[in-house]
């Protein structure tokens, strides 16, 4: 089965980079054709997609956050990670690590992590 675990600072100082770290477990970050996605909810707001890594090790970023945005991998740990630079507090959110299996229709992520709340205060 496949596990997927956030992990990185719950605190981040504005201006700063937040980094996040997603461990995955049960399945290979690089298996044809999954792509590996990262998405955040604010406090009492919508969920917010931010970018993936496919299985190829190409990305694309949602284009409001594209400017502060990395997403890379080492496939020797089987993680991928985060990257949002020049943090402020609009950014506090729980953030996701997700699996999209590319369904046509788009069904949805099929696997996430739990979520890791990252708060941006000095």
């Known amino acids: 089965q496949v596990q997927l675990q956030e992990s990185g600072p719950g605190l981040v100082k504005p201006s700063q980079t937040l980094s996040l770290t997603c461990t995955v477990s049960g399945g290979s970050i690089t298996t044809n054709y999954y792509y590996w996605s990262w998405i955040r909810q604010p406090p009492g707001k919508g969920l917010e997609w931010i970018g993936y890594i496919a299985y190829s090790g190409s990305t694309y970023y949602s284009p409001s956050l594209k400017s502060r945005t990395s997403i890379s991998r080492d496939t020797s740990k089987n993680q991928f990670t985060l990257q949002l630079s020049s943090v402020t507090p609009e950014d506090t959110a729980v953030y996701y690590c997700?699996?999209?299996?590319?369904?046509?229709?788009?069904?949805?992520?099929?696997?996430w992590g739990k979520g890791t709340l990252v708060t941006i205060s000095s």
């Open positions: 997700a699996r999209d299996p590319r369904l046509v229709p788009f069904d949805g992520m099929d696997y």
